[in-house]
């Protein structure tokens, strides 16, 4: 258990409409990033927040969102649902912004869009 | 530009060594990471090189050459449990962005 919690563990919805998924780092975590894992694509970098503030930003689509509030949780919105946005989405947290600092994996949502 | 090319899969034996090798292109190179995925788990941290040389952390050890574009994962002793994909990862743009490769699925063969 890295200590990185993710809910839901999986989401089954339909084109077109809006999921939100949550992320909640490890305790004293201030880094937060998403990734995206399909097969197709292998694991992509979506966005990545340091202490409520956006870092650094990856190949996140603009019909996706993200946010870090005040407690450090973060939630990841997915709009406009598309086929191809099935996939395993994950939250890392880090202790820090850089590189240096290891990052830990949740346990992931799968999403399924119908 | 980013590219990150890995072996599709490799096969070794119980107890051997194995070296996974990872060639990259990028833009602002900031480190190097190796991370080990079991199938339907989530990600975990091996390895972060950021300057030349050999990093070792028990039974794994990674290697980065910056001017070749070159970084290996070697794994000594191997066990069963070390079936896994290994994914290399580049921080780039002065940490801007994290890029995955497609991974390496190991299997290890008793």
């Known amino acids: 258990d890295s200590g990185v919690t993710q809910t839901p563990k999986h989401l089954i919805t339909a084109t077109g409409q809006r999921v939100t998924l949550r992320c909640s780092p490890r305790s004293g975590d201030l880094s937060v990033y998403w990734y995206q894992q399909s097969l197709d694509q292998g694991l992509q970098f979506l966005i990545q927040y340091y202490n409520g503030e956006e870092r650094a930003k990856g190949n996140i689509l603009e019909r996706f969102s993200a946010q870090q509030f005040p407690d450090l949780h973060s939630e990841l919105n ?3 649902l598309e086929l191809g946005d099935s996939a395993l989405y994950f939250c890392a947290s880090s202790v820090g912004s850089q590189g240096t600092n290891e990052q830990f994996f949740g ?4 999403l399924t869009v119908l | 530009g980013q590219n990150i ?4 899969e490799m096969t070794a034996t119980e107890g051997a060594i194995v070296q996974i090798n990872c060639t990259y292109q ?3 190179f900031n480190g190097l990471f190796w991370y080990q995925q079991h199938a339907g ?3 975990t941290f091996l390895s972060y090189n950021v300057l030349d040389g050999l990093e070792e952390k028990g039974r794994f050890s990674s290697f980065l050459s910056r001017s070749k574009g070159y970084s290996y994962l070697l794994l000594k002793e191997l066990q069963m449990k070390d079936s896994a994909s290994y994914l290399c990862a580049i921080e780039e743009d ?3 962005n994290f890029v995955f490769g497609p991974g390496t ?3 290890v063969l008793p």
């Open chain 1, 78 to 80: 997915l709009s406009s």
């Open chain 1, 107 to 110: 346990p992931g949502t799968r």
């Open chain 2, 5 to 8: 090319d890995q072996p599709t």
């Open chain 2, 26 to 28: 990028t833009s602002g």
């Open chain 2, 41 to 43: 788990e989530a990600p």
């Open chain 2, 94 to 96: 002065y940490g801007q």
């Open chain 2, 105 to 107: 699925r190991l299997s």
